[in-house]
């Protein structure tokens, strides 16, 4: 269960008249999801055939051909940093993931869909206003809990490809998605009807 935030996370990011209709932070047990089917596979051959590689190269494998010792130096400098990569793709991004979801907080208003995170390089937040949306998509899991994303489909983080479009703020891994989706849905047709009537006196 997703602990009480704090109400003043939230205070320096709030405009006059706006107000938080529901609060929330990213499950950090959750660690897999669909798109890891393919980076998994992909990580542990990067990562392995890394080892296999500096292994081979610095002498400690024992290679038919014996490298002499400038090659076994050139051999660990060159290898060091894609053993290191590798490392990270197998197990330390979800390190990572799970070191930013204990200092990620999500928030809904009457306006927007808000992200704050505390990072290492310190604050930084991002929305998207529910007058500007054309979807809020969800992916929700047996266990509710869910993705759900603001303004295009739900993607994961594992971007394949240089013509992916970039993401769309998401609230990642949240409890009871559903729940959190239909006041997301709310909100946005509040905003719609209020951007429909303000065009309509306008248009007069």
Excluded: C
């Excluded at 610095?58 to 130096?73: K, T």
Aim: zero cysteines; glycine letters at 8%.
């Amino acid at each position: 269960m997703t602990p009480a935030i704090p109400f003043d996370i939230f205070t320096p990011e709030l405009l006059p008249a706006e107000r938080i209709e529901w609060t929330g932070q990213p499950e950090p047990r959750v660690i897999f999801h669909q798109e890891d089917w393919l980076a998994i596979p992909f990580s542990l051959m990067w990562g392995g055939f890394a080892i296999f590689w500096l292994l081979g190269a610095s002498g400690i494998l024992e290679w038919a051909n014996h490298p002499n010792r400038s090659f076994e130096y050139f051999g660990i400098a060159w290898g060091t940093p894609f053993v290191l990569v590798g490392q990270y793709l197998i197990w330390g991004r979800f390190v990572y993931a799970r070191w930013k979801k204990r200092r990620t907080y999500y928030a809904l208003t009457n306006q927007r869909a808000l992200i704050v995170v505390n990072g290492l390089k310190g604050r930084s937040s991002s929305s998207a206003y529910f007058e500007n949306l054309s979807v809020v998509d969800k992916r929700v899991r047996a266990d509710g809990k869910g993705i759900i994303s603001f303004g295009g489909p739900v993607t994961g983080e594992w971007q394949w490809g240089k013509r992916n479009p970039p993401r769309p703020p998401t609230f990642d891994d949240i409890d009871n998605a559903d729940s959190v989706y239909q006041i997301a849905n709310r909100l946005f047709d509040q905003a719609r009807k209020g951007s429909q009537e303000s065009t309509s006196v306008w248009s007069k």
